[in-house]
């Protein structure tokens, strides 16, 4: 094994227009030091280097942190090219190299060690640059530079616990006060090259002092301490914990650059700065950015000095400007993507150190996908592929006024259920919240947790905040379906229902207090900060803005277009109301996946009804009561199938337990009581009946209309003959009805026979022929299992993907916050299975049952009507199983169609490269 790993190449050279590696080297060179090379490629002015390789990285933690022997004669080697190219060399007196060490993983990652400046200066080498450049002061700012980043993270030289400065800061400090009569806070330029001679001499007692060992004079001991630095920082805590949260396995390993120094730091025609070839935040082709003069490296974002846009180059540095222009248009050119950049001017010349694909908004993502097509420069399929479809979520978010949020106080910190931005007076219960806002004000709905009953509050706030709960607690779930902005767990937040106060961090908020929250960030501001509905919600719900007055809205329906080109899969809506409906249509909804009938039961006097039916002892007063409810939930029906215009919609039959329809404490009971005219016994004891251990394994779903099949016969009733009403208008209706919590063939040949004696009926009667579907929901284990045998009577599964994984894993979702942040910790799972679907587990299932389904039925229906409907990962895994279609609230149907086009356009690119090395 070792005479393998002499052979092996380990430094990978860069200079001069050559370079041993290239862009798509990413994981053997990290993301810096791939880019370097390829930068180099194609001619860019980059100063010479070397890449020391990812695999280095592995080695060293495989071998007792030992490097493998050919390592350094590679390494002297690639000096020894810098040297050449250059004319300089480490540690020479008269031309002295000096050189960048920088760490570079796949992905710039905090935690790792910060790159080191100006290695190779030692107190004969300074001389040798102060004569080389005449430029004292600048020679001297060097070494002080090196010798504060070396003894920081090479050597340890940092803040103790209890100590509130940098020791090396306080060394500076101390310094102005000597030199300009106790004033600390003249800016580090002002001190001249005999200040910073003494401050060289400070800082390497001060490094004495502090680690008992003198500073090393070696160039060649700098640079092994600093590339042995590197990797050591691969396996600390920051650095550990930062690949935790975001998946990047150890394995990876960073790599170390070395690079020839470049000066920004010599006088006021050079500097140094950071720039992206367009504005990240609003997509717009401008050069964006910013730079200091007379500065070097982490100047620019250390927030010492403050930079200037890049735009002022224009002035300051007309040649160097021009430069950048040219370069930022060949960055483009070549990468094909927007690019986050860096770069240092020397007396006037440009040189770049750093180039990446820029992390941008949603807005940016979008713009920037579409102008690229338009521009040429991609095609639309990569437009497509560019835009993550989570982040379409911050395109159709309402928004905060940029500047009003700027100035307003942050308050507490929550998670970030709900995006967009919202603003109200808060209220602290679901009834003030409906009367406030029936009386025109703005309202946020301010509750500790949120439960069904809080539904009506929650449709009337602009927002919904909560103390508890996590981003799948009922509040964040509402607040999607509804597409409203929602902040939940914003555990800082005291609510005290009783004296009807909010008080976080010292500060109390009355009920009726304006406050502002973000559930893009998941921020709480006090009082009123500007909003406004996105362009898109605009143009498409609001109609308040033409598509042809925002170029918002036009780029996002570009987007979708070529979206609708590619995909296969279809998107549905979950919806309960016209409204609902609309919006989803608007946003490109193929249909209604899933209508939730008991929701319409809240709403008004329905509850009445719906109560009295539940509290009847006999089958005759169950249905009188029925017979009330018919009306309303027809009449919701017709609505929605008028919106439709011939879509067709998923009507799930009444699912949840009764109880939740009843009252449960005593003054609302007595209400009740009061209102129907029995005694306030008989309601508790009717609660108290209802009561379930385990409500979520409980006498719900189809079971509801297995023991009361008047409940099934009265919503089908509804449905057909809603159906029969909008059909009569010359509007097609295809309804598909959809019976929950199926486990045995025969509950569902029971509940169908019942649709289909109505459907009779109904049709005899109105003498109109429905064309309907009658299929199930696969939402408990055994209805996957037995897929088969369902579907010789259902004519559609609708994967009900809360519930099966709910029971799948024997999990139930609301009790899941107390441990599966341990769980995801631990990584036992990668991925909270209610937001996106267990692909492993539940995943099996349900593709077990998709082909079980076919066996019996090959033209059977598919879909899915869970939360995951709209997760884009769980959209993709539903393309590949040959789903239908997904579901998920109309705010973000958008998403979903990203998401479903995207998962086909990858299918076909696998397709194309099979084909090509078929050819071959
Ligand atoms: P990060 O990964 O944190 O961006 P870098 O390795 O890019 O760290 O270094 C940070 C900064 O140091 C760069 O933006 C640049 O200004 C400066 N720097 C890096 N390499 C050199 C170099 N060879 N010459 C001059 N400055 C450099
Ligand atoms: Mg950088
Ligand atoms: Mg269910």
């Given at each position: 094994?070792?005479?393998?790993?002499?052979?092996?190449?380990?430094?990978?050279?860069?200079?001069n227009?050559k370079?041993?590696?290239n862009?798509?080297?990413?994981?053997?060179?990290?993301?810096?030091?791939?880019?370097?090379?390829?930068m180099?490629?194609?001619?860019?002015p980059v100063?010479?280097?070397?890449?020391?390789t990812?695999?280095?990285c592995?080695?060293?933690y495989?071998?007792?942190?030992?490097?493998?022997?050919?390592?350094?004669?590679q390494?002297?080697?690639?000096?020894a090219?810098?040297?050449?190219?250059?004319?300089?060399?480490?540690?020479?007196?008269?031309?002295?190299?000096?050189?960048?060490?920088?760490s570079?993983?796949?992905?710039?990652?905090?935690?790792m060690?910060?790159?080191?400046?100006?290695?190779?200066l030692?107190?004969?080498?300074?001389l040798?640059?102060?004569k080389?450049?005449?430029?004292?002061?600048?020679?001297?700012d060097?070494?002080?530079?090196?010798?504060?980043?070396?003894g920081d993270?090479?050597?340890?030289?940092?803040?103790?616990?209890?100590e509130?400065?940098?020791?090396?800061?306080t060394?500076?400090?101390?310094?102005?006060?000597?030199l300009?009569?106790?004033?600390?806070?003249?800016?580090?330029?002002k001190?001249?090259?005999?200040g910073?001679?003494?401050?060289v001499?400070?800082?390497?007692?001060?490094?004495?002092e502090?680690?008992?060992?003198?500073?090393p004079?070696?160039?060649?001991?700098?640079?092994?301490?600093?590339?042995?630095?590197?990797?050591g920082?691969?396996m600390?805590?920051?650095?550990i914990?930062?690949?935790?949260?975001y998946?990047?396995?150890?394995e990876?390993?960073?790599?170390v650059n070395v690079?020839a120094?470049?000066f920004?730091n010599t006088?006021?025609?050079?500097?140094?700065?950071?720039?992206f070839?367009?504005?990240p935040?609003?997509g717009?082709k401008?050069?964006y950015g910013?730079?200091?003069m007379?500065?070097?490296?982490?100047?620019?974002?250390?927030?010492?000095?403050?930079?200037?846009?890049?735009?002022?180059?224009?002035?300051?540095?007309?040649?160097?400007?021009?430069?950048?222009?040219?370069?930022?248009?060949?960055?483009?050119?070549?990468?094909?993507?927007?690019?986050?950049?860096e770069?240092?001017?020397?007396d006037g010349?440009?040189?770049m150190?750093q180039?990446?694909?820029g992390?941008?908004?949603?807005?940016?993502?979008?713009r920037?996908?579409?102008?690229m097509?338009?521009?040429?420069l991609?095609?639309?399929?990569t437009?497509v592929?560019r835009v993550?479809?989570?982040?379409l979520?911050?395109?159709l978010?309402?928004?905060?006024?940029?500047?009003?949020?700027?100035?307003?106080?942050?308050?507490?910190?929550?998670?970030?259920?709900?995006?967009?931005?919202?603003?109200?007076?808060i209220?602290f219960?679901?009834?003030?919240?409906v009367?406030?806002?029936n009386?025109?004000?703005?309202?946020?709905?301010?509750?500790v947790?949120t439960?069904?009953?809080?539904?009506?509050?929650?449709?009337?706030?602009?927002?919904?905040?909560?103390?508890?709960?996590?981003?799948?607690?009922?509040?964040?779930?509402?607040?999607?379906?509804?597409?409203?902005?929602?902040?939940?767990?914003?555990?800082?937040?005291?609510v005290?229902?009783?004296?009807?106060?909010?008080s976080?961090g010292?500060?109390i908020f009355?009920?009726g207090?304006?406050?502002s929250?973000d559930?893009?960030?998941?921020e709480?501001y006090?009082?009123?900060?500007?909003?406004?509905?996105?362009?898109?919600?605009?143009?498409?719900?609001?109609?308040s803005?033409?598509a042809?007055?925002?170029q918002?809205?036009?780029?996002?329906?570009?987007?979708?277009q070529?979206?609708?080109?590619?995909?296969?899969l279809?998107?549905?809506?979950?919806?309960?109301?016209?409204e609902?409906?609309?919006?989803?249509?608007?946003?490109?909804?193929?249909?209604i996946?899933?209508?939730?009938?008991?929701?319409?039961f809240?709403?008004?006097?329905?509850?009445?009804?719906?109560?009295e039916?539940?509290?009847?002892?006999?089958?005759?007063?169950?249905?009188?009561a029925?017979?009330k409810?018919?009306?309303y939930?027809?009449?919701?029906?017709?609505g929605?199938?008028?919106?439709?215009?011939?879509?067709p919609?998923?009507?799930?039959?009444l699912?949840?337990p009764?109880?939740?329809?009843?009252?449960h404490?005593?003054?609302?009971?007595?209400?009740?009581?009061?209102?129907?005219?029995?005694?306030?016994?008989k309601i508790?004891?009717r609660?108290?009946?209802?009561?379930?251990?385990n409500p979520?394994?409980?006498?719900?779903?189809c079971?509801l209309?297995?023991?009361?099949?008047?409940?099934?016969?009265?919503?089908?009733?509804?449905?057909?003959?809603?159906?029969?009403?909008?059909?009569?208008?010359?509007?097609?209706?295809k309804?598909?009805i959809?019976?929950?919590?199926?486990?045995?063939?025969?509950?569902?040949?029971l509940?169908?026979e019942?649709?289909?004696?109505?459907?009779?009926e109904?049709m005899?009667?109105r003498?109109?022929?429905?064309?309907?579907?009658?299929?199930?929901?696969?939402?408990?284990?055994?209805?996957?299992?037995?897929?088969?045998?369902?579907?010789?009577?259902?004519?559609?599964?609708?994967?009900?993907?809360?519930?099966?994984?709910q029971?799948?894993?024997?999990?139930?979702?609301?009790?899941?916050g107390?441990?599966?942040?341990a769980?995801?910790e631990l990584?036992?799972?990668k991925?909270?299975?209610?937001?996106?679907?267990?692909?492993?587990?539940?995943?099996?299932?349900?593709?077990?049952?998709c082909?079980?389904?076919?066996?019996?039925r090959?033209?059977?229906?598919?879909?899915i009507?869970?939360?995951?409907?709209?997760?884009?990962?769980?959209v993709k895994?539903?393309?590949?199983?040959?789903?239908n279609?997904?579901?998920?609230?109309?705010?973000?149907?958008p998403i979903?169609?990203?998401?479903?086009?995207?998962a086909?356009?990858?299918?076909?690119?696998?397709?194309?490269?099979a084909?090509?090395?078929?050819k071959?």
């Open positions: 094994m070792a005479k393998a790993s002499t052979a092996k190449k380990y430094v990978f050279l860069f200079g227009k370079a041993d590696g862009g798509s080297m990413k994981a053997l060179l990290g993301g810096k030091g791939a880019n370097l090379a390829e180099t490629r194609i001619g860019l100063p010479p280097g070397f890449t020391i990812t695999e280095v592995t080695y060293y495989a071998n007792k942190r030992t490097y493998p022997k050919a390592l350094q004669a390494i002297e080697k690639g000096v090219n810098m040297e050449q190219i250059l004319g300089k060399k480490l540690g020479d007196l008269q031309k002295p190299l000096l050189v960048a060490v920088r570079g993983a796949r992905d710039s990652m905090p935690g060690m910060d790159t080191i400046l100006n290695l190779g030692n107190d004969q080498t300074v040798a640059l102060e080389a450049s005449g430029n004292p002061r600048f020679a001297w060097c070494y002080r530079r090196f010798i504060q980043m070396y993270v090479v050597m340890g030289v940092q803040k103790r616990p209890g509130e400065h940098e020791p090396f800061e060394v500076i400090e101390n310094l102005k006060k000597d300009f009569a106790g004033d600390a806070h003249v800016e580090d330029t001190i001249g090259a005999e910073l001679k003494e401050l001499v400070r800082f390497k007692q001060l490094v004495k502090r680690t008992g060992q003198a500073f004079e070696n160039p060649w001991d700098q640079l092994k301490g600093a590339i042995g630095a590197v990797f920082s691969w600390n805590d920051r650095a914990v930062y690949r935790r949260k998946n990047i396995p150890s990876w390993g960073t790599a690079q120094m470049v920004g006088g006021e025609k050079s500097g140094s700065g950071v720039a070839t367009r504005d935040a609003s717009e401008i050069f910013e730079f200091l007379n500065a070097q490296g982490e100047d620019v974002v250390a927030g010492v000095r403050t930079p200037l846009p890049v735009a002022k180059l224009k002035t300051t540095a007309p040649h160097a400007y021009a430069e950048l222009e040219g370069i930022r248009k060949i960055l483009e050119g070549h990468f094909k993507d927007m690019q986050d950049f770069f240092t001017i020397e010349k440009v040189f150190l180039t990446r694909n992390k941008r908004t949603g807005l940016a993502a979008v920037i996908a579409v102008e097509v338009k521009e040429k991609i095609d639309w399929q437009a592929m993550p479809a989570e982040q979520d911050q395109v978010a309402p928004v905060f006024d940029r500047n009003a949020i700027k100035a307003a106080k942050f308050i507490a910190k929550g998670l970030p259920a709900g995006p967009g931005a919202a603003c109200g007076k209220y219960n679901a009834e003030r919240s009367e406030a806002a009386a025109g004000e703005k309202v946020l709905l301010v509750r947790e439960s069904p009953e809080d539904l009506r509050g929650m449709i009337a706030a602009e927002g919904i905040l909560t103390a508890r709960g996590g981003v799948s607690s009922h509040a964040a779930l509402v607040a999607r379906q509804m597409g409203k902005v929602c902040v939940c767990g914003a555990s800082a937040l005291q005290d229902y009783t004296a009807k106060t909010l976080v010292g500060q009355n009920e207090d304006y406050l929250i559930g893009t960030a998941g709480v006090a009082g009123q900060v500007k909003t406004a509905a996105s362009e898109i919600v605009q143009v498409l719900v609001e109609k803005l033409k042809k007055e925002s918002t809205y036009q780029n996002y329906a570009q987007l979708m070529w979206c609708d080109k590619a995909t296969r279809l998107v549905r809506t979950n919806a309960d109301t016209p609902q409906t609309a919006n989803a249509i608007a946003f490109g909804a193929s249909g996946g899933l209508c939730r009938t008991e929701h319409m809240f709403e008004g006097n329905r509850i009445d009804a719906m109560r039916m539940i509290l009847a002892e006999k089958t005759d007063n169950r249905k009188r029925l017979a409810l018919l009306p939930q027809r009449a919701d029906f017709a929605m199938f008028m919106e439709l215009k011939g879509l919609a998923t009507i799930r039959f699912d949840p009764l109880h939740e329809f009843l009252p404490d005593h003054a609302a009971q007595n209400d009740l009581a009061n209102k129907m005219n029995v005694s306030v016994d508790s004891k609660v108290h009946e209802l009561h379930e251990f979520m394994l409980g006498h719900r779903g079971r209309g297995i023991v009361y099949p008047e409940i099934s016969e009265m919503q089908a009733r509804a449905v057909f003959e809603a159906a029969a009403e909008v059909q009569k208008k010359g509007i097609k209706v309804p598909e959809m019976i929950p919590l199926v486990g045995f063939k025969k509950e569902l040949d509940q169908v019942i649709v289909q004696r109505v459907a009779q109904v005899k009667e003498k109109v022929k429905i064309n309907y579907l009658v299929g199930t929901m696969i939402e408990v284990p055994r209805g996957a299992l037995i897929a088969d045998e369902i579907a010789q009577t259902a004519e559609f599964f609708s994967f009900g993907t809360n519930d099966l994984t029971t799948t894993l024997g999990m139930s979702r609301d009790d899941s107390s441990f599966l942040g769980y995801q990584e036992i799972i991925k909270n299975p209610f937001a996106t679907v267990d692909q492993t587990g539940v995943g099996k299932l349900m593709h077990m049952a082909e079980l389904g076919r066996k019996t090959p033209d059977i229906k598919l879909g009507c869970g939360e995951h409907g709209g997760d884009p990962d769980s895994f539903c393309h590949h199983i040959g789903l279609y997904v579901s998920c609230s109309p705010f973000r149907v979903a169609r990203l998401a479903a086009a995207q086909a356009l990858a299918d076909a690119k696998i397709g194309k490269t084909k090509k090395s078929k071959r």
